[in-house]
């Protein structure tokens, strides 16, 4: 191999503090290099085009670039060589500056280092071999998992853009978080009002298909060519003949069904629709509560459905999909409060939650939009409001602000003084996060208008007193303690992952932190994308959000996916698993480990082998590391490259 | 050349390519100032470092091998990192008995945010070695020559 | 030994349905046994399974996947054929296990020390307690105890531990896992120069070879050796002593929750190199921090080839 090295000076940013110079004259001496010289910017397009002179004039058939890091110019650089007729793989990076010129200012060091450097790329390359990629073609499709407001919006935007979407929500209606709520701050419109147009779009979408009471089973595939089997829960009811008239509902005798929808303020049917609204309006029938199911008894509904749509022996089914793109979108959970023992940890009645607050102000919730607290159904005169429970407290493992609770409070506070004129409302809290369009002047109004007592403190107990509650607090403003007699507690609960979103991240092979929010491929640049390909983020899956920062990361989401799609072919990166056919023993050690499944046995001639599946290794090479005979070899990183980066350094 | 005689050690660095080296590069963007005496390997993943290649550069003559990945459950291929754990902490517990002092030998976590992180964890290793000094070296009179035939071969 | 004519029976009653027994038979000299293949009922008869019987036979099963084979087992190759079946490098409906209760075999280096080159073996008979060598007409008398291989001194699975047929009655045994890694302990409390420098002494005698990888049982790459390979090329062909040293650092690493023990690359040494100690090694560590011993349970997962995400026993060091 011909080796031709370019040292970058960078401006000055590497030849300040590195004899780029040298660096090529010590290249030079390097084992299969011809030709070594320094240049002023690499990248630019003199820079590009003085590489491909080389490349011509010295029949350079292998290039190292001493310059940046590759993560920045590593595709230009690749990209040169091919104009220059080489493989894009037959290229080294060195990186001297982020890890040489930029951390030290020893000359001498700076510049032996990078002699160094290049020489484990030189020594790296004589080992590269010209590697292609296939072209592999995608299933125009996407699946959008979970149905709150961003899933709502990324599948209408997807489905709009002339995509089959699969929208997958795992309750039996879409409307996720959104539609329990009243109101929406800082307008103060009707949440039901907002969405509920977009969901009966979504019902009536021809390209979409919605499985709703549905979960992801199984992830397999790769981007452009996903295969996700999804399970359809059993709701004892075929949702082909339910028409969602409610007879069922109406007539059904067991009334202690816990009701999720109303945030357990009231209890529900056996069998039941969870609200009007509810798209798909289809009835779902809770084993445990009901008598044909658990007493072999009763069975009222199926007498009564008109359609004979009830089947008490139904079972959970599960469906195939295949997909070229998947967008996340499984939103939030509510923090689970009652490790809060200053709070009554769950004993009181009357302290509830912010969302079952929203279900009592709901015209369509169990009081029918009135306010009555739980223990006796009395109109509460004094609300107090507690805020970041379970947000910004460490002592609980959720030091992040949830974003969202500040602004809802206020409008808690607003919509409780117009429900019950002669109430006052008094809200602890730390700070007051209202940045956003119209979202400050909104808490003043609150506080200015509506004369909520905001007091800034910690509340350190709840205690009872008759039928009331004392709140106990500390009032850091006034240097005071503070005592208030409540009717009733709201609890601003912070949000957190949803329910089961690790189980989905590794499935879908995601990273997550460590609140079990998705991470997004890059906090700045990416937001939306992971670092799978073809995965999608929108919504709080992400992170807390508000209902516009979810419908908009909903269409960002939904503007990736019809990037993605707007080409017929994908490109594979040849960076994969390859096996060596005859040094293979079969012993499945590598099919073990793979994290993707990429990996397969096959038979070849009487004998087992293995068997990677080009498109579905990720180039991880785990299985490289696993396997004891140097059978399967990553591309690019095989042993005999990173042995003689070791080799070209550790000269004995 | 390979090192600075007198000032600088042998160390060698297996960094993933999603997480730490990336943490290194925000380190020099951040223009957050380490030792010369580190070089560098990318590998796609930790879970690509077989405990192997560590050995053979510390028998190669190597003072010290840093390996740094993802943070556990962050892992770009979910989970390379986790396997490279358990690997890489059978490697720290063996090096004893063929007589190489186990803190040639570490292995972290940094992420492609923590430059800061990247900074100490290289100025504390990098010191960690220097108070170990230099290792012992396996000579023999052919390993020069040998390796003027392995070049001439190439 | 009171069960060889039990186990011969078994072995009679089954053969027929195998293709073939793997036993033991007498050797070049008396003192020697050497594997036996029982294809007829003739060879039966000279089954021998005595303290002389160290091989590890188990070494045999891969290469003869899809035959109909039967294995007599000490307790530690039962543990070697437990790990091939859950390596799933064998078959379990087609190996049929013969144990019993093993007294402990000898370490023919350790004879050799005690009676020097003896030329001629005329006769040996083994008892329980003794060794009875009378070579070139004088007799040596060996206490058993003196001639014991190490790994049967600590032994902890005297009997098969997988096994469809079992001669006699089973031993027990009082050794401890601790028992077993005194030597490790020791040899690790040692300064770092002192060991460093006696590998450097042990590895240059190695010559490369390889009869330790080819008596090992786990050791399934054979032919696909990294060892012996250009592509990937971890070894250089050169007589270095740190190619050899990398080369027993491989071996351990490739055995690391798969090493059962059994000893048979060091007794295949010619050199004497005590290898056993960096496969001990790593046993010790992986039962500290994954508390797993290879060849128990034929359904577990080797731990390296697992993983957990919170590990318990593995912790974050302060970086």
Redesign the interface.
């Known amino acids: 191999m011909k080796i031709g090295v370019f040292v970058c000076h960078c401006g000055t940013n590497i030849e300040g503090t590195v004899d780029t110079a040298a660096v090529a004259a010590a290249s030079r001496e390097f084992p299969g290099v011809v030709f070594a010289t320094d240049t002023m910017y690499a990248c630019s397009e003199p820079g590009q085009d003085g590489i491909i002179e080389a490349i011509k004039e010295h029949k350079l058939d292998g290039v190292v670039v001493a310059s940046c890091t590759p993560r920045m110019h590593e595709p230009t650089f690749r990209r040169t060589l091919e104009r220059a007729g080489l493989n894009r793989y037959l290229f080294e990076m060195a990186n001297i500056r982020e890890h040489v010129s930029w951390i030290g200012k020893d000359r001498e060091a700076n510049t032996n280092k990078s002699a160094d450097l290049v020489r484990m790329a030189a020594a790296k390359l004589l080992k590269n071999r010209p590697l292609f990629s296939k072209q592999f073609p995608v299933n125009k499709s996407v699946m959008v998992v979970g149905g709150g407001v961003a899933g709502i919006q990324a599948a209408l935007d997807c489905a709009n853009g002339g995509l089959k979407v699969v929208l997958v929500e795992k309750d039996t209606t879409i409307g996720g978080k959104m539609a329990k709520l009243d109101k929406t701050f800082p307008t103060v419109d009707c949440s039901s009002c907002v969405l509920g147009p977009l969901m009966v779009d979504v019902a009536q979408h021809p390209n979409i298909n919605l499985h709703a009471y549905s979960e992801i089973e199984e992830v397999n595939g790769y981007v452009g060519n996903f295969e996700i089997k999804v399970k359809k829960k059993a709701s004892y009811v075929d949702w082909d003949a339910c028409t969602g008239c409610g007879l069922c509902v109406e007539k059904c005798p067991s009334r202690k069904a816990t009701d999720f929808f109303n945030e357990k303020l009231a209890t529900t049917k056996a069998i039941n629709i969870p609200f009007p609204q509810a798209i798909p309006k289809k009835a779902k029938i809770d084993p445990d509560f009901c008598m044909k199911i658990q007493k072999d008894k009763c069975g009222v509904c199926a007498k009564v459905c008109p359609s004979e749509a009830i089947d008490f022996t139904q079972k959970d089914e599960f469906i195939t999909e295949n997909v070229g793109a998947v967008v996340a979108a499984t939103g939030f959970d509510l923090f689970d409060w009652t490790v809060y023992g200053q709070y009554g940890g769950g004993k009181y009645p009357d302290v509830i939650t912010s969302l079952q607050y929203e279900r009592m102000l709901s015209a369509s919730g169990p009081s029918e939009g009135h306010i009555k607290r739980p223990s006796d159904g009395k109109e509460p005169k004094n609300v107090v409001f507690i805020q970041c429970v379970g947000s910004r407290d460490k002592s609980v493992g959720r030091p992040y602000c949830s974003g969202f609770c500040c602004m809802y409070t206020a409008k808690q506070t607003i919509l409780t003084k117009d429900h019950i004129p002669d109430s006052q409302s008094h809200v602890f809290y730390m700070d007051i996060r209202s940045p956003g369009k119209l979202y400050d002047e909104f808490t003043r109004r609150a506080m200015e208008e509506y004369g909520a007592n905001y007091i800034r403190g910690r509340v350190s107990m709840i205690y009872p007193k008759g039928d009331n509650l004392v709140v106990r607090g500390a009032d850091t403003l006034m240097g005071a303690q503070v005592e208030i007699d409540a009717d009733l507690v709201v609890l601003a609960v912070g949000a957190e992952a949803s329910v089961g979103a690790t189980d989905l991240a590794k499935k879908l092979r995601i990273s997550y932190d460590a609140y079990g929010f998705f991470m997004e491929g890059h906090p700045k640049l990416k937001p939306v994308e992971t670092n799978t390909a073809g995965v999608y983020l929108a919504g709080a899956c992400q992170g807390p959000k508000d209902i516009p920062a979810s419908v908009a990361q909903g269409s960002a989401a939904a503007s990736k996916v019809l990037g993605l799609f707007s080409q017929d072919m994908l490109a594979s990166d040849p960076q994969v698993s390859v096996v060596d056919i005859k040094r293979c023993i079969g012993c499945g050690k590598c099919i073990q480990t793979c994290p993707f499944g990429a990996i397969k046995e096959i038979d070849f001639r009487g004998m087992k082998k293995a068997d990677v599946i080009e498109t579905i290794c990720q180039g991880c090479g785990i299985c490289t590391s696993t396997c004891p005979q140097g059978a399967v070899q990553l591309q690019h990183f095989t042993d005999n490259q990173i042995l003689a980066e070791v080799n070209a350094i550790c000269r004995f | ?4 005689e007198g ?2 050690l ?1 160390i ?1 660095g297996f960094l993933c390519n ?1 997480c730490s ?2 943490g ?2 925000t ?3 951040g ?6 005496d580190l ?7 930790s ?7 560590i ?3 510390l ?4 003072d010290g091998v840093l390996v740094s990945g ?1 943070h ?9 990192n ?2 490279a ?3 890489l ?3 720290k ?2 090096l ?6 186990a803190k040639r030998f ?1 292995y ?2 940094v992420s492609a ?1 923590e430059g800061q ?1 990247w ?3 290289v100025t ?1 290793f990098t010191e960690q070695i220097h108070e170990l000094g230099a290792a ?5 009179a ?3 020559e ?2 003027k035939l ?2 001439a071969a ?1 | 030994m009171q069960n060889l004519e039990d186990l011969k029976e078994q072995v009679r009653k089954a053969l027929p349905e195998l293709d073939v027994v793997i036993g033991w038979t007498g050797g070049y000299d008396p003192l020697h046994a050497t594997p036996h293949f029982i294809r007829r009922d003739e060879d039966i008869d000279k089954l021998q399974v005595n303290a002389l019987c160290v091989h590890n036979l188990a070494t045999y099963l891969p290469s003869m996947r899809g035959k109909k084979v039967g294995i007599i087992v000490k307790g530690c190759d039962s543990r070697s054929v437990v790990e091939l079946l859950q390596e799933k490098l064998i078959d379990r409906e087609d190996v049929t296990i013969f144990g019993f209760g093993c007294t402990g075999v000898v370490d023919q280096t350790k004879i050799r020390r005690i009676v020097g080159d003896v030329g001629n073996i005329d006769s040996c008979e083994v008892s329980g307690s003794e060794v009875k060598v009378s070579a070139s007409g004088t007799e040596h008398k060996l206490a058993m105890s003196d001639v014991l291989s190490e790994k049967c001194a600590t032994c902890r699975y005297p009997n098969a531990v997988l096994s469809d047929h079992f001669a006699g009655a089973e031993i027990t045994s009082t050794a401890t896992f601790e028992d077993g890694y005194k030597d490790v302990v020791e040899f690790e409390e040692k300064p770092e120069e002192e060991k460093f420098g006696f590998w450097l002494k042990e590895m240059d005698r190695c010559i490369r070879c390889y009869a330790c990888r080819n008596a090992c049982p786990m050791c399934v790459c054979r032919d696909h050796c990294v060892a012996q390979s250009r592509d990937p090329h971890w070894l250089s062909q050169e007589a270095h002593v740190r190619d050899k040293w990398m080369f027993q650092v491989i071996h351990a690493y490739h055995l690391a929750g798969r090493c059962t023990e059994c000893g048979e690359c060091q007794r295949a040494c010619p050199v004497d190199i005590p290898i056993l100690l960096f496969k001990k090694k790593m046993n010790k560590e992986i039962k500290e921090v994954f508390d797993y011993e290879a060849g128990i349970n034929p359904d577990a997962t080797p731990p390296l080839m697992t993983f957990k995400a919170e590990e318990d026993k593995i912790t974050e060091r302060k970086w």
């Open positions: 050349m390979p090192i600075l000032k600088e042998r060698v999603w080296y990336g290194a590069d380190a020099g963007v223009r957050f100032k380490q030792p010369t070089r560098v390997i990318k590998v796609p993943c879970g690509r470092i077989d405990p192997l290649f050995v053979k550069t028998l190669a003559g190597a993802c556990p459950r962050d892992c770009h291929y979910t989970e390379g986790f396997y754990r358990r690997r902490e059978m490697l517990r063996f004893p008995i063929m007589g190489i002092d570490e972290t976590w945010s992180r900074q100490e964890v504390k012992p070296k396996i000579v023999g052919e390993a020069e040998t390796l392995m070049e190439l």
